[in-house]
T-cell receptor
Framework: DSGVTQTPKHLITATGQRVTLRCSPR?????VYWYQQSLDQGLQFLIQ???????AKGNILERFSAQQFPDLHSELNLSSLELGDSALYFC??????????????FGPGTRLTVL | GENVEQHPSTLSVQEGDSAVIKCTYS??????FPWYKQELGKGPQLIID?????GEKKDQRIAVTLNKTAKHFSLHITETQPEDSAVYFC???????????FGKGITLSVRP
């Protein structure tokens, strides 16, 4: 158990809908990262937050947004869902914002299925 | 941006044998190279990592080597056991923002 929690574990929804994925980082970690895992694209970095502020952006669609709250939990919002958004979404956390001594620990993931 | 390639895509070994998984990276600024193990239905688990100022690191049956000149790094698992069967991902980061770029993953099967 990494100490990173994610809810829900599974999510099934329809095209065009909006969903929210939640992540709680390990105790003491200030950075939260979101990754998408799909069969064709592998594990792709979406976005990073550090202590409430957006730190880095990756291949995140404009239909997706995220935020980190004062208690450091983070939410990933996915809107106008398409079939291709079906994937595993992982949250990871680390102590620091950057640096090569900044190990990332992953949560168990949320499996999103768009029908 | 960074590109990480991982090969082979599948690897099958006999229990007790060694397994070696290789990765190459493209960005010479990358300085942090973690390895993750992912079991079915679970999130990636950090198993070992190496930084660019170190050439080799060991942790019990697992070791990682880094060749900065050739831009490749490898995971070595000795005395493999059936519970080592999983998907293994290599990744690289420049450390500037800790964004990890992952390889496509390799499925390791350890035959009893």
């Amino acid at each position: 158990d990494s100490g990173v929690t994610q809810t829900p574990k599974h999510l099934i929804t329809a095209t065009g809908q909006r969903v929210t994925l939640r992540c709680s980082p390990r105790s003491g970690d200030l950075s939260v990262y979101w990754y998408q895992q799909s069969l064709d694209q592998g594990l792709q970095f979406l976005i990073q937050y550090y202590n409430g502020e957006e730190r880095a952006k990756g291949n995140i669609l404009e239909r997706f947004s995220a935020q980190q709250f004062p208690d450091l939990h983070s939410e990933l919002n996915l809107s106008s869902l398409e079939l291709g958004d079906s994937a595993l979404y992982f949250c990871a956390s680390s102590v620091l914002a950057s640096g090569s001594y900044n190990e990332q620990f992953f949560g168990p993931g949320t499996r999103l299925t768009v029908l | 941006g960074e590109n990480v390639e991982q090969h082979p895509s599948t690897l099958s070994v006999q229990e007790g044998d060694s397994a070696v998984i290789k990765c190459t990276y493209s960005d010479s600024a990358s300085n942090y190279f973690p390895w993750y193990k992912q079991e079915l239905g679970k999130g990636p688990q950090l198993i070992i990592d190496i930084r660019s100022n170190v050439g080799e690191k060991k942790d019990q049956r697992i070791a990682v080597t880094l060749n900065k000149t050739a831009k490749h790094f490898s995971l070595h698992i000795t005395e493999t056991q059936p519970e080592d069967s999983a998907v293994y991902f290599c990744a690289a980061s420049t450390g500037a923002n800790s964004k990890l770029t992952f390889g496509k993953g390799i499925t390791l099967s350890v035959r009893p």
